[in-house]
Protein backbone atom coordinates (compact mmCIF):
# COMPACT_ATOMS: atom_id res chain seq x y z
CA UNK A 1 0.00 0.00 0.00
CA UNK A 2 1.23 3.48 -1.28
CA UNK A 3 0.41 5.87 1.30
CA UNK A 4 0.36 9.65 -0.03
CA UNK A 5 -0.02 12.88 2.80
CA UNK A 6 -1.21 16.47 1.63
CA UNK A 7 -0.15 19.38 3.74
CA UNK A 8 0.38 23.08 3.11
CA UNK A 9 -3.38 24.52 2.98
CA UNK A 10 -4.54 26.93 4.34
CA UNK A 11 -6.25 30.78 4.30
CA UNK A 12 -4.74 32.85 1.98
CA UNK A 13 -6.01 36.34 0.95
CA UNK A 14 -6.22 36.76 -3.18
CA UNK A 15 -2.94 37.75 -4.59
CA UNK A 16 -1.06 35.43 -1.68
CA UNK A 17 1.00 32.07 -2.20
CA UNK A 18 0.91 28.77 -1.22
CA UNK A 19 3.46 25.49 -1.40
CA UNK A 20 1.31 21.97 -1.22
CA UNK A 21 3.59 18.61 -0.37
CA UNK A 22 2.46 15.15 -1.42
CA UNK A 23 4.47 12.71 0.85
CA UNK A 24 4.78 9.26 -0.25
CA UNK A 25 5.75 6.34 0.69
CA UNK A 26 7.58 3.33 -0.82
CA UNK A 27 11.02 3.10 -2.38
CA UNK A 28 10.66 3.48 -5.53
CA UNK A 29 9.18 7.22 -6.18
CA UNK A 30 11.17 8.38 -8.78
CA UNK A 31 9.13 5.60 -11.23
CA UNK A 32 5.65 6.66 -9.98
CA UNK A 33 3.36 9.84 -12.09
CA UNK A 34 2.30 12.01 -9.77
CA UNK A 35 -1.28 14.22 -10.27
CA UNK A 36 -2.91 17.22 -8.50
CA UNK A 37 -6.70 17.64 -8.54
CA UNK A 38 -9.22 19.56 -6.43
CA UNK A 39 -12.73 19.66 -5.47
CA UNK A 40 -14.98 22.51 -4.88
CA UNK A 41 -18.11 22.13 -3.10
CA UNK A 42 -20.83 21.05 -5.47
CA UNK A 43 -18.29 20.57 -8.46
CA UNK A 44 -16.73 17.73 -10.07
CA UNK A 45 -12.92 17.10 -9.14
CA UNK A 46 -11.05 18.74 -11.58
CA UNK A 47 -7.45 18.20 -12.97
CA UNK A 48 -5.18 20.82 -11.93
CA UNK A 49 -1.52 19.27 -12.94
CA UNK A 50 0.41 16.40 -13.72
CA UNK A 51 3.85 14.91 -14.09
CA UNK A 52 5.33 11.83 -15.45
CA UNK A 53 7.58 9.51 -14.10
CA UNK A 54 11.20 10.67 -13.29
CA UNK A 55 12.13 12.07 -16.63
CA UNK A 56 9.04 12.53 -17.88
CA UNK A 57 6.83 15.41 -18.96
CA UNK A 58 4.60 17.97 -17.36
CA UNK A 59 0.57 19.06 -18.00
CA UNK A 60 -1.09 21.68 -16.60
CA UNK A 61 -4.78 23.00 -16.83
CA UNK A 62 -5.34 26.10 -18.43
CA UNK A 63 -6.96 27.53 -15.49
CA UNK A 64 -4.06 27.30 -13.51
CA UNK A 65 -1.08 27.42 -16.22
CA UNK A 66 1.18 30.53 -15.88
CA UNK A 67 0.25 30.44 -11.65
CA UNK A 68 1.23 26.40 -10.39
CA UNK A 69 4.32 24.69 -10.98
CA UNK A 70 4.67 20.74 -10.34
CA UNK A 71 8.54 20.12 -8.86
CA UNK A 72 9.38 16.65 -7.02
CA UNK A 73 12.25 15.76 -4.73
CA UNK A 74 12.74 12.02 -5.24
CA UNK A 75 15.71 12.34 -2.22
CA UNK A 76 12.43 13.15 -0.21
CA UNK A 77 9.86 11.01 -1.98
CA UNK A 78 7.81 14.17 -2.17
CA UNK A 79 6.16 16.08 -4.58
CA UNK A 80 5.07 19.98 -4.55
CA UNK A 81 2.60 22.04 -6.08
CA UNK A 82 3.31 25.99 -6.12
CA UNK A 83 0.69 27.67 -6.10
CA UNK A 84 1.14 31.85 -6.91
CA UNK A 85 -0.86 34.73 -7.34
CA UNK A 86 -4.08 32.83 -5.62
CA UNK A 87 -7.67 33.85 -6.74
CA UNK A 88 -11.06 33.18 -5.19
CA UNK A 89 -11.64 30.50 -7.71
CA UNK A 90 -9.12 28.59 -6.11
CA UNK A 91 -10.53 27.61 -3.28
CA UNK A 92 -10.96 23.78 -3.20
CA UNK A 93 -9.65 20.80 -1.38
CA UNK A 94 -6.90 20.00 -3.55
CA UNK A 95 -5.93 15.95 -4.05
CA UNK A 96 -2.27 14.49 -4.82
CA UNK A 97 -2.76 10.99 -6.38
CA UNK A 98 -0.20 8.61 -7.96
CA UNK A 99 0.22 5.86 -10.57
CA UNK A 100 3.10 3.59 -9.53
CA UNK A 101 2.08 1.00 -12.74
CA UNK A 102 5.66 0.10 -14.88
CA UNK A 103 6.93 3.58 -16.54
CA UNK A 104 3.35 5.08 -16.09
CA UNK A 105 2.84 8.42 -18.60
CA UNK A 106 1.05 11.20 -16.91
CA UNK A 107 -2.67 10.89 -16.64
CA UNK A 108 -5.67 14.30 -16.93
CA UNK A 109 -8.11 12.31 -15.58
CA UNK A 110 -8.53 10.41 -11.96
CA UNK A 111 -8.96 6.86 -13.26
CA UNK A 112 -4.96 7.02 -14.43
CA UNK A 113 -4.33 6.93 -10.90
CA UNK A 114 -4.25 4.30 -8.44
CA UNK A 115 -3.49 6.13 -5.02
CA UNK A 116 -4.92 8.67 -3.17
CA UNK A 117 -4.64 11.22 -0.55
CA UNK A 118 -6.51 12.33 1.65
CA UNK A 119 -6.62 16.04 0.45
CA UNK A 120 -5.68 19.77 2.02
CA UNK A 121 -8.15 22.29 2.04
CA UNK A 122 -7.32 25.51 0.49
CA UNK A 123 -9.23 28.93 1.04
CA UNK A 124 -8.41 32.08 -0.88
CA UNK A 125 -10.32 35.20 0.65
CA UNK A 126 -10.40 38.50 -1.62
Known amino acids: QVRLVESGGGLVQAGGSLRLSCAASGRTFSSYAMGWFRQAPGKEREFVAA????????YYADSVKGRFTISRDNAKSTMYLQINNLKPEDTAVYYC???????????????????WGQGTQVTVSS
Open 97 to 115: AANTGRRPVLSTTPGGYDY
Open 51 to 58: RGWSGGST
